[in-house]
């Protein structure tokens, strides 16, 4: 049995409680286990002045830990799944962590404000395409400021006047305790999630066996399934960070029901849809969806 193992993460405030919450987890498994926290600073946490589609996309956020995590240097990474590309090399594996958190987005606004109480032209921060498009098709008239940065640094951005309203993932808003600051819970019918968003994950070596027997009693089967179902689509979607996208699945009696978008090349006309199928085919039915909405766009 491994004595110590070191678990490499971001070092923003979310990112930091997101790991205790692993670690918290690992040793009432484990009560000897010795468990190190290994703080790697990225390159999506170093430049904030610009948005992901111009400085390469989500996996900034993990790159370097990625390289932590081939040297050796880590023995475990620990993201939120919704910062993770698409697809990661063969020589890694993506587990979901602990049971996945509310995958809303929300909104928190001045005066508490809900979304379509915001006064006429109100500008909202969030540096997400696929938040703006979906939003726009509700409020056109409002004005979206792009904002980059930790979860601190943006709430503090309304108080101090830049913005009327900001958009969160409802999950790191729970797990840091500011749920009271939440206006509103955007339902995922009018705001389709980010693939993966409230779920954590972790990443680890391929064919280490030691470390995968060690996470292994925190994967949740039912939420490891339906994150693969949309990631598998995000994947056959080929979908980045220029395009507006975005999935959102849900087990029931042995069946999961996929819902995802993908906008057109201008991120204006919105093509959504839905799949059905049996739980043990996630990945085919994340295939399916892409698929259809790949027909959609190109019969536009």
Known sequence: MIKKIIIGTRGSNLALVQTNMVIDELKNIYQDLKVEVRVIKTTGDKILDKSLSEIGGKGLFIAEIENALSSGEIDIAVHSMKDVQNSVGPEFRILTALKREDPRDALISRDNKTLLSLPRGATVGTGSLRRIVQLKNIRPDLYFKPLRGNVDTRIKKLENGE????????????????????????????????????????????????????????????????????????????????IAIGAYAEETHGQIKLDGFVCDDNNEVIFRDFTVGKSEEYENIGIELGRKLKLQKAGE
């Open 163 to 242: 913005v009327d309203a900001i958009v969160l993932a409802a999950a790191g808003l729970k797990r840091m305790a500011l749920q009271e600051r939440i206006a509103e819970y955007i339902d995922t019918k009018n705001c389709i999630p980010s693939v993966g968003q409230g779920a954590l994950c972790f990443e680890i070596r391929e064919g280490d066996e030691a470390i995968f027997n060690i996470v292994k009693p925190l994967v949740d089967a039912k939420d490891l399934r339906c994150v693969s179902a949309e990631r598998a689509f995000l994947k056959e979607m080929d979908g980045g960070c220029t």
